[in-house]
């Protein structure tokens, strides 16, 4: 099996995409899995510590209130689905967790 799992900034939702790929381990010891996340998180430590792949995007949250910082972050985030299709498209996932709404990628 070819999994990707999405999970960025906190322990929260970095740990149980953790537990998620280490239980799909278990159960097929040769599937390929793979962490999308962002650069700023605890997913640069936790997801490499744990032993498994991570690839990064641009994704930010947004503030409610209207800003030029707030249209810096879409134009970025738009930018993270482009390349969060790429590495979707290149790895061919059986399937696809996210357990934080790091990002949305329509199908392929």
């Known amino acids: 099996m070819r999994a990707i799992i999405a999970c960025a900034g906190t322990g929260g ?8 790929a280490n239980k799909i ?4 010891k040769d599937s390929e899995i ?3 996340g962002t650069d700023r998180g605890l997913e640069k430590d936790l997801v490499l510590r744990a032993g498994y792949e991570l690839r990064t ?9 209207i800003s030029i910082d707030n249209l810096k972050k879409v134009i970025k985030t738009i930018k993270g689905m482009s390349q969060a299709k790429k590495i979707i498209k ?11 709404p790091v990002i949305y990628v329509e199908q392929l």
């Open 13 to 20: 939702h970095i740990n149980p995409g953790i537990a998620i």
């Open 25 to 28: 381990r278990e159960e097929e």
């Open 34 to 36: 793979l962490f999308i």
């Open 57 to 65: 995007i641009d994704a930010y949250g947004l503030s409610a209130k």
């Open 90 to 100: 290149d790895f061919k996932p059986d399937v696809v967790i996210g357990t934080r």
